[in-house]
């Protein structure tokens, strides 16, 4: 489904990421992992269009999505949920929510269906529907974020760092939404400094290290892979 090859990104003239390739299989989950400053969310903010690549090509679905818009890739479905669950502050959660499906072409009903649907799956949500997002603590700010990018129906979720900064019963109930998502048949592209976490829902592995990929492969083989942590610090 995704397909990254030699990917260059620069700030100015600091590059951040060197040659990166890497690819997702439609259904899988894959984990990027590494330490804060590694490249993870840089390599998602290319992905989506947020950033430019100085060289190096981007294909969804076998088509070169390299030049496309932000716009443009969600219409195709690539969805980003940000790191430490940025929302709009000054909209309410349903506001919030019924912005995730902005992008697509659903018809009003079926942004109503997906609502519903959301609030089922995370019912601090629909508690919390007429209130301003400003108002929520951390974990329901990270959980408000999942939701509006599941609004959007996604067929590639890159989420970037889901567990970070949230209690441990927050971040095990979103990585059991994860799983069932992906055994649903999203696919997920997953960054995360949490190796256990990311390795026990994903299939396979990238490892970044100041911009580069210096370990790939199956969860099983990176779980008990004796490099990995001296590439993570987590």
């Given at each position: 489904?995704?397909r ?18 890497f690819?997702i ?9 590494g330490?804060k400053g590694a ?8 992905v989506?269009?947020?950033?430019k ?14 030049g496309?818009l932000?716009h443009r ?15 709009f502050?000054?909209?309410t959660?349903a506001?919030?929510?019924?912005a995730?499906a902005?992008?697509?072409k659903?018809?009003?009903?079926s942004?109503k269906?997906s ?16 209130l301003?997002?400003r108002?929520?603590?951390?974990e329901?700010r990270?959980?408000?974020a ?6 959007a129906h996604?067929r590639l979720?890159m989420?970037?760092e889901?567990?970070?900064g ?12 994860l ?15 949490n190796?256990q976490?990311a390795?026990e ?14 370990l790939?492969?199956s969860?099983?083989?990176l ?6 942590k001296?590439?993570?610090?987590e």
């Amino acid at each position: 489904m995704l397909r990254v090859e030699n990917l260059n990104v620069s700030y100015g003239l600091v590059n951040a990421l060197y040659d990166v390739s890497f690819n997702i299989e439609e259904g899988e989950c894959v984990a990027l992992l590494g330490s804060k400053g590694a490249g993870k969310t840089t390599v998602l903010n290319t992905v989506s269009g947020l950033l430019k690549a100085t060289s190096g090509n981007i294909f969804f679905n076998n088509e070169d999505v390299s030049g496309f818009l932000p716009h443009r890739r969600v219409e195709l479905n690539i969805i980003q949920v940000p790191e430490d669950g940025r929302v709009f502050p000054f909209m309410t959660v349903a506001e919030n929510l019924l912005a995730g499906a902005s992008g697509t072409k659903k018809t009003w009903e079926s942004r109503k269906a997906s609502f519903q649907h959301i609030c089922s799956i995370f019912p601090v949500l629909e508690a919390r529907a007429d209130l301003h997002a400003r108002y929520l603590n951390r974990e329901e700010r990270q959980i408000l974020a999942v939701g509006r990018a599941l609004m959007a129906h996604p067929r590639l979720l890159m989420i970037d760092e889901p567990s970070t900064g949230l209690s441990p019963l927050i971040a095990m109930e979103i990585y059991t939404i994860l799983r069932v998502l992906n055994e649903e048949g999203v696919t997920i592209l997953l960054a995360e400094r949490n190796i256990q976490q990311a390795l026990e829902i994903a299939a396979r592995g990238y490892v970044l290290e100041n911009g580069r990929v210096v370990l790939e492969g199956s969860s099983k083989e990176l779980m008990i892979s004796k490099h990995l942590k001296k590439h993570i610090r987590e």
